[in-house]
C-alpha cells in the first residue's frame, strides 16, 4: 500500500541529505500517516481511513462529513 493520505492526496516528497561536506544523496520525506477509524452519522456507519495529521486537524475543525463529501468530490474517495 502507498503512503498516501485518503483525504487530502498528500504523499512522499524527495529531497537531498545533505553531508557537511556538502556530498549530496536522495532520500525520502515520507507522509505523518496513521489508521483512523471515524463515524459517518449522515451514513450511519464507521469508515477506517489512512489519514495524515493534517488532514486530522482539518477534520477536528472542519467536521469529517465535510472532509470526506470534500475528498469525494477531489475523487481521492470512490462513491461507495
Do not use: Q
Not at 10 to 15: E, N, T, V
Not at 22 to 49: A, S
Amino acid at each position: 500500500m502507498s503512503r498516501v493520505c485518503e483525504l487530502t492526496g498528500k504523499k512522499a516528497m524527495s529531497g537531498n541529505n545533505v553531508s557537511h561536506a556538502m556530498n549530496k544523496t536522495k532520500r525520502r520525506f515520507n507522509v505523518n500517516l496513521f489508521k483512523k477509524r471515524f463515524y459517518l452519522p449522515t451514513e450511519d456507519k464507521w469508515i477506517t481511513l489512512r489519514v495524515s495529521a493534517k488532514a486530522i486537524k482539518n477534520i477536528n475543525k472542519k467536521g469529517i462529513t465535510a472532509m470526506v463529501k470534500e475528498a469525494r468530490a477531489n475523487g481521492l474517495i470512490s462513491k461507495k
